[in-house]
């Protein structure tokens, strides 16, 4: 039994350790609040448009869109075909931002806490656990492809010395010497990012906007002089016809989307931050759907003339840079890839920051508000993305990787929950300050704290979409109708889940499910204190009886 003077200690340093809170707030850290889950307040909300449109600038040049052309011509589709279907891919991609994203920019609340709404105050948990293990995947290969950035920057300034470095890793580990030294320079130098307030990295967004937008068109204009044209690969025609075509390409238009699945469901993460309403609608529907396109076509074209002066076709931008340096050791090409190298680099560090640690940070944040705030579920998620080795999954990827790409089929049930919520159940009316009680006083309790309408919507949306699902990952599927269903699994999941959702609210509709009340956070903080003084005199009553007991 721990005495009366040791939890005294660890009460204190609990107190310690809370996150800060901030000066004359009239809030307090809860088990459901603290400084990054409620309501932006307006000095926080300092993103403009054009900050909107930097972020899909960056969101739009990175590999994903880049390696699109790759997948799209194994289906078998013609290069023309495979950018028309990249460009339904950007617009379709911007429709879900500015639907998702619009919460965020109205209510100025995150994906976290509106999920509260939709799933219930302890359902809720459950979408924010799936991005979660989704992001801490995804935080690991984007900051393995950043230590990729460091090793081509270090390979242009040491040369051969960093080249040849004797390789001292067995095999087994599937990553060099080189490689992995790359990788912990990457994260020392992410480091320092996550102390940077999400309402004040425009100025570092802006700098990456401008030095990944100027290496992708530096190589594009490199790739075409010194190729003399556009290459072979831009002539190719589709190697498939008819329903398998088809098919083929609705499977690819549908698995691109699902690809920015994690980054639209997470809109209001960001918008939430606006200075206006519709701050951000010029970065979803114009930005976005232009660097998504322009990002895959110059993908096309800069592989298709690599290809004709190395002799293979390499998608992959950082490979296509190593392969630069292994060939020549010009100072030209040095100079080159070095600053290429920083472009990447730049952006790598962004996405990080961007797609995974605010989201991800915000979603810890959630599951214990009282200790762990953005910044700290940050760094946890880091650790969590260097401990599961990723190299492992990049360098022989194998199923695994199949998996991720295709979490979609959990996602996009999400996303259509949260769309049909706020547009379809409650027209937008919010009884904000419930979204803070966990108890049966709060209009989202629902049952023991879960909406089962919630979860009837999403195992719809999602266990039909299994079989397809499991026949992909082990290369058994030849056709059927289960496979079919999976080849449309986004807009099956999406639409599904959203028309369910919204159908089971009108049926079986719940309590206070229209209105709307703000989130007064003097009257909040009150129900709190009454709550925790309450809980404060049954823990002093419970301790003085163990403490009577145990005298002789």
């Not at 996150?19 to 609040?33: I, L, R």
């Not at 070095?338 to 915000?362: D, E």
Request: aromatic share 12%.
């Amino acid at each position: 039994m721990i005495s009366p003077k040791t939890k005294a200690k660890l009460s204190c340093w609990a107190r310690r350790l809370e996150c800060p809170v901030d000066e004359n707030a009239n809030y307090k850290n809860t088990f459901w609040c603290n400084r990054d889950l409620i309501p932006i307040p307006p000095d926080r909300r300092t993103w403009r448009w054009q900050d909107f449109a930097g972020y899909w600038v960056i969101a739009g040049i990175n590999t994903t869109p880049w390696t699109a052309g790759a997948s799209l011509l194994i289906l078998g589709l013609s290069v023309p075909q495979s950018m028309g279907v990249v460009v339904g891919v950007g617009l379709i991609s911007a429709l879900l931002a500015v639907f998702a994203g619009r919460p965020g920019s109205r209510l100025y609340l995150g994906f976290t806490v509106l999920s509260r709404a939709s799933w219930g105050m302890r359902g809720g948990f459950w979408p924010v656990l799936n991005r979660i293990m989704n992001a801490c995947i995804w935080m690991g290969i984007q900051m393995y492809w950043g230590g990729q950035a460091i090793k081509i920057v270090l390979r242009a300034l040491i040369g051969n010395p960093f080249i040849n470095l004797k390789n001292t890793l067995p095999p087994s580990a599937n990553v060099d010497t080189a490689s992995l030294i790359s990788f912990f320079v990457f994260v020392v130098v992410f480091l320092p990012l996550p102390m940077i307030p999400p309402e004040r990295l425009q100025i570092p967004f802006r700098i990456t906007f401008v030095m990944i937008t100027c290496t992708m068109f530096g190589l594009l204009i490199w790739s075409q002089c010194a190729a003399h044209g556009p290459g072979e690969l831009i002539h190719a025609s589709s190697t498939k016809h008819g329903a398998v075509l088809s098919w083929n390409t609705v499977y690819g238009l549908q698995s691109l989307i699902g690809a920015q699945a994690s980054g639209c469901l997470g809109q209001s993460d960001w918008t939430r931050y606006a200075q206006t309403p519709n701050s951000a609608l010029f970065g979803q529907l114009v930005a976005a759907p232009i660097f998504i396109s322009v990002t895959s076509i110059c993908g096309i074209l800069i592989t298709s003339s690599a290809a004709t002066i190395y002799g293979e076709y390499i998608w992959n931008p950082f490979e296509l840079l190593l392969t630069m340096q292994e060939s020549s050791g010009s100072a030209g090409t040095r100079a080159g890839t070095f600053f290429a190298g920083l472009g990447f680099l730049a952006s790598q560090l962004s996405l990080c920051q961007m797609l995974n640690g605010i989201s991800t940070g915000m979603d810890m944040a959630a599951l214990c508000p009282k200790w762990i705030n953005i910044r700290r579920g940050c760094y946890i998620l880091t650790v969590i993305a260097i401990a599961i080795c990723p190299w492992n999954y990049v360098t022989s990827p194998g199923t695994f990787i199949t998996v991720l790409s295709s979490w979609s089929v959990f996602l996009s049930p999400m996303t259509g929950i949260i769309i049909s919520d706020y547009f379809l159940v409650r027209h937008g009316q919010y009884h904000i300050g419930d979204l803070y009680l966990g108890n049966k006083s709060s209009a989202y309790w629902y049952v023991w704290g879960f909406n089962p309408r919630g979860f009837t919507a999403w195992i719809l949306g999602m266990v039909p979409l299994l079989p397809g699902f499991a026949r992909a990952v082990g290369h058994t599927a030849n056709g059927n109708g289960w496979d079919h269903i999976y080849e449309i699994s986004y807009f099956y999941g999406f639409f599904v889940a959203l028309v369910v959702h919204a159908v089971l609210h009108t049926v079986f509709p719940a309590k206070r499910q229209r209105g709307s009340s703000p989130f007064v956070l003097s009257m909040h903080a009150e129900t709190l204190e009454r709550a925790e003084g309450e809980e404060g005199r049954k823990q002093e009553y419970t301790s003085s009886k163990e403490t009577e007991a145990a005298k002789p």
